[in-house]
Nanobody, 126 residues
Framework: QVQLLESGGGLVQAGGSLKLSCAAS????????MAWFRKAPGKEREIVAV????????LYTDSVKGRFTIYRDNAENTVYLQMNSLKPEDTAVYYC???????????????????WGQGTQATVSS
């Protein structure tokens, strides 16, 4: 049974930082590209970042470029999202997701991700 378990969310002031973690089990972690999505109240779920199976390549949505970093530790079956210079508009539930197809032009499509975590809330106060 595949499980993705996020942690690290919380409440932080604008300009602060949070580091999210997603621990995976029940799958061969190195065979999956991993991504972070988020869903803010009243908004559609959106991609935040994706990292390839080896960790050699990453992609980010424009609004987080230069502030967020996705990375992974395949020995620990964990993917991380380091979030710096947080803004109130970053407030959302953050989900990690796994795909076993190559990262492509559809990297932002949630339907291409086979497994999802339950999410962790990140709240940024102004």
């Amino acid at each position: 049974q595949v499980q993705l378990l996020e942690s690290g969310g919380g409440l932080v002031q604008a300009g602060g930082s949070l580091k999210l973690s997603c621990a995976a089990s029940g799958l061969t972690f190195g065979n999956y590209a991993m991504a972070w999505f988020r869903k803010a109240p009243g908004k559609e779920r959106e991609i935040v970042a994706v990292i390839t199976r080896s960790g050699g390549n990453t992609l980010y949505t424009d609004s987080v470029k230069g502030r967020f970093t996705i990375y992974r530790d395949n020995a620990e079956n964990t993917v991380y999202l380091q979030m710096n210079s947080l803004k109130p508009e970053d407030t959302a539930v953050y989900y990690c997701a796994a795909r076993n197809s190559p990262v492509s032009s559809r990297w932002y499509q949630s339907s291409d991700y086979a497994y999802w975590g339950q999410g962790t809330q990140a709240t940024v106060s102004s």
